[in-house]
């Protein structure tokens, strides 16, 4: 058992007793079924299906594998097209619940509403966007937004191939270049914050909707660098190398007091409001996961949510029903 599945483990049975010691009506958030003595959910099961970015997947599976505990017959399942990919899903009425890494845009919000789909947007956690590189690269361990904007800029296409373009005290060591792909929320926060226009990029880059493909290809080659969610960073501590941004590392603190500027981000679910009021199962999940957004934030490895952020998603589904 590792060390996340521990931590897993030993918060499921802390949620199950309180779920049992709370239990006096017998009603659960699953609304209708009952919770059992181990606080198990009695009554309560079916499909909670969630698609979307792959940087709110690792937060949305730890939500599902924790409310196995107390659901062990709701099954969850969550796959990762990206969060533009998850939209379209979403929007078509194929989900419940769609994992994104930015807001929602005017034109998936027209496409819900052409197919009548009313949602909730829900802050899960916080993120931070990591610059990464690998761990024998000693020069480029603190870039400027400027320098970023050079090696990410589209009119650097063919132009930026070598270290010292971007700074002539860098070595004379060819750029490769790894992220995020275009159907990916990363994606479009990261060329938004950086080259000042959103899908603003250089195309001779390798992109992928996996971020674990970005890991391995800037762990593999000295002269690399990529753009992913912080908590990959933390996952792989040792293979990668998070460069600081103007000076400030990325870090939980950083993100949360706003200093890590500008690639700190919220993370989102949005939840399809008629499988909230009409699916048991559905309900009972999404409660789960804003109670448990904290500890569910830490085992994931992304910065929980401020006092501030968890009220306002207790107020947006208690405004459902």
């Known amino acids: 058992m590792n060390k996340t599945t521990a931590k897993l483990a030993a918060l499921a049975a802390i949620t199950?007793?309180?779920?049992?010691?709370?239990a006096c009506g017998g009603q659960s958030a699953g609304g209708g079924a009952t919770t059992n003595p181990d606080g198990s959910s009695s009554g309560l099961s079916g499909p909670v299906v969630a698609d979307g970015s792959s940087t709110v997947e690792p937060l949305t599976s730890a939500a599902a594998d924790l409310f196995k505990e107390v659901g062990p017959d709701v099954n969850v399942t969550v796959a990762t097209s990206g969060t533009g990919g998850g939209f379209q899903s979403f929007c078509a009425g194929e989900t419940d619940i769609s994992n994104a890494s930015r807001a929602i845009e005017d034109d998936e919000i027209a496409a819900c509403e052409a197919e009548g789909i009313e949602f909730t947007e829900i802050v899960a956690a916080n993120d931070g966007l990591s610059v990464i590189i690998n761990p024998e690269n000693d020069w480029a361990t603190d870039l400027t937004v400027e320098q970023l904007a050079t090696i990410w800029g589209p009119d650097s296409e063919g132009e930026i191939t070598n270290w010292n373009q971007v700074d002539p005290n860098f070595p004379d060591q060819p750029i490769t270049l790894f992220g995020a792909g275009t159907d990916s929320g990363t994606f479009d926060y990261f060329t938004a914050a950086i080259n000042g226009?959103?899908?603003?990029?250089?195309?001779?880059?390798?992109?992928s909707e996996d971020d674990n493909i970005t890991v391995q290809g800037v762990a593999g080659d000295v002269g690399a660098i990529g753009f992913l969610g912080l908590s990959y960073v933390e996952e792989n501590e040792g293979v990668i190398v998070a460069a600081s941004v103007d000076g400030v590392s990325p870090s939980t603190e950083t993100v949360q007091d706003g200093t890590y500027t500008p690639l700190s981000r919220p993370l989102f679910i949005y939840v399809n409001n008629a499988s909230y009021t009409d699916k048991a199962q559905v309900k009972a999940f999404v409660d789960f996961y804003v109670e448990n957004s904290l500890d569910i934030a830490e085992l994931a490895l992304f910065v929980p949510l401020t006092d501030e952020q968890v009220t306002t998603a207790q107020e947006e589904l208690a405004s459902l029903g």
């Open 197 to 207: 226009e959103e899908g603003a990029i250089r195309t001779d880059y390798s992109p």
């Open 16 to 22: 199950a007793a309180a779920l049992a010691l709370s």
